[in-house]
């Protein structure tokens, strides 16, 4: 799932329609778009269901949480809207749901083990769980839009031009697409964790 159409791309540039040739610039200038975006980030921001293999959290981790000993692990994207299992890779148990079982989870990306510390050892749990925006939120929509129609815009390149005897100057960073300082601040609330 793309965070805009080139449908969305064609209305906002208030063009009447797409050749099959600018349906696929609108498609890659919103797919690269949506990748600065989530350089930003740090984080695929669209849902999808992820299996990772994480590190039992250690005093040495900056996650660990000394209050909470081991107790808690962090996932590295959220929102997390499901988490299919929980297996302990030394012995490949797999643990139970629920608060009188192994373990619960907050959509905030956070496993909360109950009854007993996480494994402290490299490559100790494996997660398989849904995070991400089932609806990319409309102001990701918006920003991903504006990347894309400055770089519609400029498909040359051109980072200056004199009209004085005819100067013209290219850059691939003249492509448009570069994020304001406001939009880092926006996009701060959808960092991932490290």
């Not at 990748?35 to 293999?53: K, R």
């Not at 994480?54 to 997390?80: C, F, M, N, Q």
């Not at 909360?112 to 494996?126: C, K, L, M, N």
């Not at 009209?163 to 492509?175: P, V």
């Amino acid at each position: 799932m793309a965070y805009a159409s080139a449908d969305d791309l064609r209305r906002l540039l208030r063009i009447d329609s797409f050749t099959d040739e600018d349906t696929a610039t609108a498609e890659l200038l919103i797919e690269l778009a949506q990748g600065v975006i989530e350089d930003e980030t740090g984080q695929a921001l669209e849902q999808s269901e992820d299996t990772v293999i994480l590190d039992g959290p250690t005093d040495e981790d900056p996650r660990y949480h000394p209050a909470s000993g081991s107790r808690k692990l962090i996932l590295p994207r959220w929102p997390v809207t499901a988490v299919a299992s929980v297996t302990l890779t030394e012995d490949d148990d797999e643990l139970t749901f629920g608060k009188e079982a192994d373990y619960t989870w907050r959509a905030a990306g956070i496993l909360h083990r109950r009854g007993a510390e996480w494994p402290s050892h490299d490559r100790a749990i494996e997660v398989t769980y849904t995070a991400g925006y089932s609806t990319i939120p409309p102001g990701l929509k918006r920003m991903c839009l504006r990347l894309a129609v400055a770089a519609w815009s400029n498909p040359e390149f051109l980072s200056a031009e004199t009209l004085g005897d005819h100067s013209r100057s290219f850059s691939a960073e003249a492509l448009g697409m570069e994020l304001t300082a406001a939009d880092r601040r926006t996009l701060g609330a959808y960092r991932a964790r490290t």
